[in-house]
């Protein structure tokens, strides 16, 4: 399997703390079966510079890199980033440094307390620049749940989406929102998020079963073999998506 958002490079966010807690990160991914791990600390523009942000990676990357223990794990280990959505990235003069590695896809995470202004019209943007957009866990975004028909607009635009395995993992209304996209096809990738080894762990392969049991094992397949085809830079095979309908105040 693949993760391709976890937070797990060593003192960059609010994700792993340390290189002793990235390793045992590392060891539970590998003992869920992930033998692929694209690593995506955090990058708000307003809070860090773009090159501060980047040399602060590239130093936890080569701390957790070079350690002994992680070179015998034996996985591929990729760097990207999560980028917080923000009309300032536009004026950025190079953003393939935050895509994921050796790749045009760029992991984006949105405000959960408000819909952001221009969303449309920036993600449009990203996309005339050649780049492919990744919304992150779009279950948390009650402006999503409530008209799930601008996710639908965003991904027939060209944006990808993901989920979180916690979310599917925990009967909560968030789970009813995310195996509604599952539903719709507006889902290709499970990810962790893990942000680690005590609270928020790595839990794919939980998630990956979830879905097995909802909508069986080509469905699964289909979504690992997305992740693969991203982590290697290439193009995914995507599914005819099913607008939402609302029936009775309730969407179907």
Known sequence: MIDLHCHILPGIDDGSKNLEVSLNMLKMQKE???????????????EMTYEEFLQKREKSKQL????????????????????????????LDDLQPL???????????FS????????KE??????SMGYTPILAHVERYGYFAEDPTLLYDLVMDGCLAHINAETLIKNSVRKRTAMKYLKWDL????????????HRTPNIKEG??????????????????????????????LSVVK????????WI
């Open 32 to 46: 869920q079966g992930v033998d692929k791990v694209m690593f995506t600390p955090h990058f708000k523009i307003d």
């Open 64 to 91: 957790l890199l070079s350690n002994e223990e992680c070179q015998k794990l034996n996985m591929t280990l990729k760097t990207g980033s999560e980028v917080y959505f923000s009309l300032k990235l536009l004026e």
């Open 99 to 109: 895509c994921f590695e050796d790749s045009d896809y760029m992991l984006i995470e």
């Open 112 to 119: 959960t307390k408000m819909k952001p202004y221009g969303i």
């Open 122 to 127: 920036a993600l449009t943007s990203l996309l």
């Open 187 to 198: 889902v290709h990738f499970i990810c962790s998020d893990s942000h680690s080894d005590e």
């Open 208 to 237: 990956y079963e979830v879905v097995r049991k909802a909508f069986g094992e080509d469905y699964v397949q289909w979504l690992t073999d997305n992740s693969e085809k991203v982590f290697d830079g290439r193009d995914i095979d």
């Open 243 to 250: 607008k939402p309908k609302k029936f009775l105040n309730f």
